[in-house]
């Protein structure tokens, strides 16, 4: 969902060329609010302040009631959060007249926000607060925070902390909860439910205050390291139980972890549930600030009924189906019982980090003897285990889990979802940036490119792939994606009219010849915290793409459409033209939107100030992929900011050599000539001369170009080798051939052969006659 606000013209527009460039969001001021109010928040980035249009929230529950200029860098919004808005994180983008800024986050509270007040970094000297309350503030380096409130006996006592979860910067928090006489009562620094972020929950030993420190955990910040501490009576339970239900189905849900004891909820899950889905546990002190996550999919539930560690004790159930458990205390397992049949398939998938479980649970599968058929531990480097099993016979089989470690407590819950394999695509969105999540902005009256990844399980055969609603005005056109392949272009455009406006759509693939149904999964990450060698530390992640319809761009590039075929091992030179306008003359990089397997193309290639044109070099290796291409340049230049276009689709034909060549080995001395003669095997005709080159020669020989002709089954080289030329083996050598077809270059690169260069032998020397012996002569 997303608000739009029509603005009156408050400010002068600059003119075109300034205007074109995309706006980006860095952060927001306050970062967050509480349900049922409005807040006035200030949105700052470069650009962001230049024509502002609207918010684009992904989530319900958030309105926009006012958009304000405050200078080119700054905006200020007026929110009104609904009262029944789901508390935690809520993902948004802005809409300028240039563009679509990057994803941040807005984090909506369920108790009424104050601001930290310095000093308050001694123990002595803490901020009062209520406890109901949530604490705007910020940790520099080596800054201790401190906070007190009142509480009763028995009271419950919830602290939990949004630091991490910002994405401003790598802030790990840590949180004490303390008597007033310092005595710890609590503390925590990661969770398993919060990741990097902590949280406690504890009910007061006795009447009185109680202090809560919030530091970073090795006693660093910054500027940057912003936090938002809830502090209140609210339920913090750890999990629930039994982490996932049918899709629009009634789910009764024991919370874990609370320390006021576990309860139960009746809750109904959405169809479909949203991704990332979490709900939020409530009580009569409030509800909690993040939810638990729980999952929605169309198995029924299988509940454990202890005792179930032993083989003859395991819980029975049918497949397909979830079973779910908790592994209560260390050195258990749990297992379940089911029946099966000869040549069916399943997918096991254990799911338990993916719902924020402490458990780094084993997965096993057994016959009825108890043998071990199948296990897995992780997938693919994630904790969660997961395998597929063919079934050799009909009979009963058990399923087995336990932790790793071997390890257990109350709240290491776990779901087994064993399915049947599905027909499904996997879509990406790919970075035009790497480690920026791309946003698709078209220009009026021009066109952009993008490129998706597809990947397939299950399923093969060509697919059909797009985007779903786009604004009034834009259109789009995608080629069938071949079955071989997993990467198509789609090409979006914009008429000249089109209003000014934005779309967060859906991306869909299925079949062309729709001979089966395809889950279609579509997922886009983007990296807020990175770590050491940029692995990723806290992304946020939607299932819609933002499309938006800009301001003209002040400059058009075309393909001027290839007359010639690229060949495999060989080269070609892409020209691109541009149209430049309202003055704009500067740098348009040009690079092309994707390099087809085994071809190469230059990324570096620009249409400089004062000139209309350039060509973008193309190398092929001898296996690329040789076929009918569709390919899109795509450009980009600063107008005060970057501005992108894109062509439209051009046809590149790859295809295999029109010849081959045999190389002998030749040897020679320096100083003497030798003829270079190579074998030639014609596989398509060509129309008049070829030209030869002779490539990779040492230095000291020489020789000149030659000419072929579709007849020709010899060239030969003659080459001139100087007495001083260098001596060796010379195994580089290749012929670069060059056909002119419908008056363009067809530049095949064929290789190789061997020059053995050797140095003269010594001049022979005269034999000496003997002296004459002693005695007559005859």
Same mark, same amino acid.
């Given at each position: 969902?997303?608000?739009?606000?029509?603005?009156?013209?408050?400010?002068?527009?600059?003119?075109?060329? %300034?205007?074109?460039?995309?706006?980006?969001?860095?952060?927001?001021?306050?970062?967050? $609010?509480?349900?049922?109010?409005?807040?006035?928040?200030?949105?700052?980035?470069?650009?962001?302040? !230049?024509?502002?249009?609207?918010?684009?929230?992904?989530?319900?529950?958030?309105?926009?009631?006012?958009?304000?200029?405050?200078?080119?860098?700054?905006?200020?919004?007026?929110?009104?959060?609904?009262?029944?808005? !789901?508390?935690?994180?809520?993902?948004?983008?802005?809409?300028? %007249?240039?563009?679509?800024?990057?994803?941040?986050?807005?984090?909506?509270?369920?108790?009424?926000?104050?601001?930290?007040?310095?000093?308050?970094? %001694?123990? =002595?000297?803490?901020?009062? &607060?209520?406890?109901?309350?949530?604490?705007?503030?910020?940790?520099?380096? =080596?800054?201790?925070?401190?906070?007190?409130?009142?509480?009763?006996?028995?009271?419950?006592?919830?602290?939990?902390?949004?630091?991490?979860?910002?994405?401003?910067?790598?802030?790990?928090?840590?949180?004490?909860?303390?008597?007033?006489?310092?005595?710890?009562?609590?503390?925590?620094?990661?969770?398993?439910?919060?990741?990097?972020?902590?949280?406690?929950?504890?009910?007061?030993?006795?009447?009185?205050?109680?202090?809560?420190?919030?530091?970073?955990?090795?006693?660093?910040?910054?500027?940057?390291?912003?936090?938002?501490?809830?502090?209140?009576?609210?339920?913090?339970?750890?999990?629930?139980?039994?982490?996932?239900?049918?899709?629009?189905?009634?789910?009764?849900?024991?919370?874990?972890?609370?320390?006021?004891?576990?309860?139960?909820?009746?809750?109904?899950?959405?169809?479909?549930?949203?991704?990332?889905?979490?709900?939020?546990?409530?009580?009569?002190?409030?509800?909690?600030?993040?939810?638990?996550?729980?999952?929605?999919?169309?198995?029924?539930? /299988?509940?454990?009924? =202890?005792?179930?560690?032993?083989?003859?004790?395991?819980?029975? $159930?049918?497949?397909?189906?979830?079973?779910?458990?908790?592994?209560?205390?260390?050195?258990?397992?749990?297992?379940?019982?089911?029946?099966?049949?000869?040549? =069916?398939?399943?997918?096991?998938?254990?799911?338990?980090?993916?719902?924020?479980?402490?458990?780094?649970? #084993?997965?096993?599968?057994?016959?009825?003897?108890?043998?071990?058929?199948?296990?897995?531990?992780?997938?693919?480097?994630?904790?969660?285990?997961?395998?597929?099993?063919?079934?050799?016979?009909?009979?009963?089989?058990?399923?087995?889990?336990?932790?790793?470690?071997?390890?257990?407590?109350?709240?290491?819950?776990?779901?087994?979802?064993?399915?049947?394999?599905?027909?499904?695509?996997?879509?990406?969105?790919?970075?035009?940036?790497?480690?920026?999540?791309?946003?698709?902005?078209?220009?009026?009256?021009?066109?952009?490119?993008?490129?998706?990844?597809?990947?397939?399980?299950?399923?093969?055969?060509?697919?059909?792939?797009?985007?779903?609603?786009?604004?009034?005005?834009?259109?789009?056109?995608?080629?069938?994606?071949?079955?071989?392949?997993?990467?198509?272009?789609?090409?979006?455009?914009?008429?000249?009219?089109?209003?000014?406006?934005?779309?967060?759509?859906?991306?869909?693939?299925?079949?062309?010849?729709?001979?089966?149904?395809? #889950?279609?999964?579509?997922?886009?990450?983007?990296?807020?915290?990175?770590?050491?060698?940029?692995?990723? /530390?806290?992304?946020?992640?939607?299932?819609?793409?933002?499309?938006?319809?800009?301001?003209?761009?002040?400059?058009?590039?075309?393909?001027?459409?290839?007359?010639?075929?690229?060949? !495999?091992?060989?080269?070609?030179?892409?020209?691109?033209?541009?149209?430049?306008?309202?003055?704009?003359?500067?740098?348009?990089?040009?690079?092309?939107?994707?390099?087809?397997?085994?071809?190469?193309?230059?990324? $570096?290639?620009?249409?400089?100030?004062?000139?209309?044109?350039?060509?973008?070099?193309?190398?092929?290796?001898?296996?690329?992929? %040789?076929?009918?291409?569709?390919?899109?340049?795509?450009?980009?230049?600063?107008?005060?900011?970057?501005?992108?276009?894109?062509?439209?689709?051009?046809?590149?034909?790859?295809?295999?050599?029109?010849?081959?060549?045999?190389?002998?080995?030749?040897?020679?001395?320096?100083?003497?000539?030798?003829?270079?003669?190579?074998?030639?095997?014609?596989?398509?005709?060509?129309?008049?001369?070829?030209?030869?080159?002779?490539?990779?020669?040492?230095?000291?020989?020489?020789?000149?170009?030659?000419?072929?002709?579709?007849?020709?089954?010899?060239?030969?080289?003659?080459?001139?080798?100087?007495?001083?030329?260098?001596?060796?083996?010379?195994?580089?050598?290749?012929?670069?051939?060059? &056909?002119?077809?419908?008056?363009?270059? #067809?530049?095949?690169?064929?290789?190789?052969?061997?020059?053995?260069?050797?140095?003269?032998?010594?001049?022979?020397?005269?034999?000496?006659?003997?002296?004459?012996?002693?005695?007559?002569?005859?």
């Amino acid at each position: 969902m997303f608000m739009r606000f029509s603005l009156a013209l408050i400010f002068l527009l600059p003119a075109a060329v %300034a205007a074109a460039a995309a706006p980006r969001l860095d952060n927001l001021q306050p970062q967050g $609010g509480q349900r049922g109010t409005e807040v006035a928040v200030t949105l700052i980035g470069g650009r962001i302040g !230049q024509d502002p249009q609207e918010v684009m929230f992904y989530d319900p529950g958030i309105s926009v009631k006012g958009i304000e200029r405050i200078d080119d860098n700054q905006m200020k919004v007026v929110l009104a959060i609904a009262a029944d808005c !789901q508390p935690g994180i809520h993902g948004l983008r802005v809409r300028t %007249a240039t563009g679509v800024t990057n994803l941040r986050t807005f984090h909506v509270g369920t108790l009424p926000e104050i601001v930290e007040k310095e000093p308050n970094n %001694a123990f =002595e000297s803490p901020q009062p &607060i209520d406890l109901g309350a949530v604490v705007n503030g910020v940790v520099t380096n =080596e800054d201790v925070d401190y906070f007190v409130v009142d509480a009763k006996q028995g009271e419950r006592i919830s602290v939990e902390v949004e630091g991490l979860r910002l994405g401003r910067t790598f802030f790990d928090p840590a949180v004490t909860i303390f008597d007033e006489k310092r005595f710890e009562v609590a503390s925590a620094d990661d969770s398993p439910l919060l990741q990097q972020d902590a949280y406690c929950t504890v009910l007061a030993p006795k009447d009185g205050k109680y202090l809560i420190e919030l530091r970073e955990t090795s006693y660093r910040g910054d500027d940057a390291s912003t936090y938002r501490l809830h502090v209140g009576k609210f339920s913090r339970p750890a999990g629930a139980f039994p982490g996932g239900g049918v899709p629009g189905q009634p789910l009764e849900v024991k919370w874990l972890g609370d320390p006021a004891g576990e309860k139960s909820e009746t809750v109904t899950l959405p169809s479909p549930a949203p991704l990332g889905y979490r709900i939020s546990a409530s009580d009569e002190n409030g509800a909690a600030p993040t939810g638990v996550p729980l999952r929605a999919v169309d198995l029924p539930n /299988v509940i454990e009924a =202890e005792p179930n560690k032993e083989l003859d004790q395991a819980t029975r $159930g049918e497949v397909p189906g979830a079973f779910c458990g908790i592994i209560g205390e260390a050195e258990d397992w749990d297992r379940f019982r089911f029946a099966a049949k000869k040549g =069916e398939v399943f997918d096991f998938n254990l799911v338990a980090r993916e719902i924020r479980s402490p458990l780094d649970g #084993v997965l096993r599968l057994r016959n009825a003897k108890g043998d071990v058929l199948a296990a897995a531990d992780d997938n693919g480097g994630k904790p969660d285990a997961y395998f597929r099993y063919t079934f050799p016979e009909d009979g009963e089989y058990v399923v087995e889990v336990e932790d790793h470690l071997r390890q257990g407590q109350p709240t290491y819950l776990y779901r087994v979802e064993i399915s049947r394999p599905q027909a499904a695509v996997d879509l990406v969105l790919e970075e035009r940036q790497q480690y920026e999540a791309t946003e698709i902005v078209v220009p009026q009256g021009n066109r952009m490119a993008i490129m998706i990844t597809a990947n397939r399980a299950d399923v093969g055969g060509d697919l059909n792939v797009g985007l779903g609603e786009l604004p009034a005005g834009v259109t789009q056109e995608v080629n069938p994606l071949a079955a071989d392949y997993n990467r198509v272009p789609v090409l979006l455009r914009a008429a000249a009219d089109a209003p000014l406006a934005g779309k967060l759509t859906t991306v869909t693939a299925e079949l062309v010849d729709k001979s089966q149904p395809l #889950v279609s999964r579509f997922k886009q990450q983007t990296w807020l915290i990175r770590g050491s060698n940029n692995v990723p /530390v806290w992304n946020h992640w939607t299932e819609r793409a933002a499309v938006a319809v800009a301001q003209p761009a002040p400059f058009t590039v075309s393909i001027v459409a290839p007359q010639a075929p690229l060949v !495999q091992s060989g080269a070609k030179g892409l020209k691109v033209v541009a149209e430049k306008r309202d003055g704009f003359d500067g740098r348009i990089a040009v690079r092309l939107l994707f390099d087809p397997p085994g071809l190469s193309s230059h990324q $570096g290639i620009g249409i400089e100030p004062g000139q209309t044109e350039a060509v973008i070099p193309m190398t092929t290796a001898g296996n690329a992929w %040789a076929r009918d291409w569709k390919i899109i340049v795509v450009a980009e230049a600063d107008v005060n900011g970057p501005v992108r276009t894109s062509t439209e689709f051009a046809t590149l034909k790859l295809v295999p050599p029109y010849l081959a060549m045999t190389f002998p080995p030749v040897a020679t001395e320096q100083g003497k000539p030798i003829d270079y003669p190579i074998a030639i095997q014609q596989t398509t005709p060509f129309e008049g001369p070829a030209t030869v080159e002779l490539v990779g020669l040492p230095p000291g020989v020489t020789t000149s170009p030659q000419e072929i002709t579709k007849d020709s089954t010899e060239v030969k080289f003659p080459l001139a080798v100087a007495a001083d030329a260098r001596v060796g083996h010379h195994r580089q050598l290749y012929c670069q051939v060059t &056909i002119t077809q419908n008056g363009e270059p #067809v530049v095949h690169t064929i290789g190789t052969g061997e020059l053995r260069i050797d140095e003269p032998l010594p001049p022979a020397q005269t034999a000496q006659q003997p002296p004459p012996s002693g005695g007559e002569s005859s």
